[in-house]
């Protein structure tokens, strides 16, 4: 007989209806969330990643222009005493072009990661990671939010 491991995941749904709103909640989950974690984004190009990683940046203290990484694969921002590395995978095709990246050296300290299309690396994501969903509406500016392994509804309401 096989032994079955339950893990408890909250799933929130958010319905975000501009920029300004996927920031603020942004910064709601990067105020609250400790060093240490990793914030798995997954979207299509324009769902909002950098919107909500500009807030979430915010809310940790960190007063800095955030832009997306695309080129540079990964941007470090400091402030507030803390550290936060923004990763963007969108070039990423295996384990090879992970590894150059040098995600693994950031994994294992108190330093939060935050990384955009996580769907390309979701084989090396760590298993404890916050994953957001950012989806598109028929609406242009609304954005549906899916957040799992942080009790944002009991968090914030």
Known sequence: MRDIIFK???????ISGSTAETEKIGFDIGKTLPGGVVVALFGDLGAGKTSFTRGFARGMGIDTDVTSPTFAIMNDYYGNGRHLY??????ISGYDDLYSTGYFDYTDGDDSIIIEWSENIEEFLPD?????????????????????GFDYENTFN
């Open 128 to 148: 404890d990671c916050v994953r957001i969903t950012l989806i598109k509406t028929d609406n242009e500016n609304e954005r549906l939010i899916d957040i799992s």
């Open 8 to 14: 408890v995941i909250f799933l929130s749904r958010i």
């Open 86 to 91: 923004h990763f963007d995978m969108y070039r």
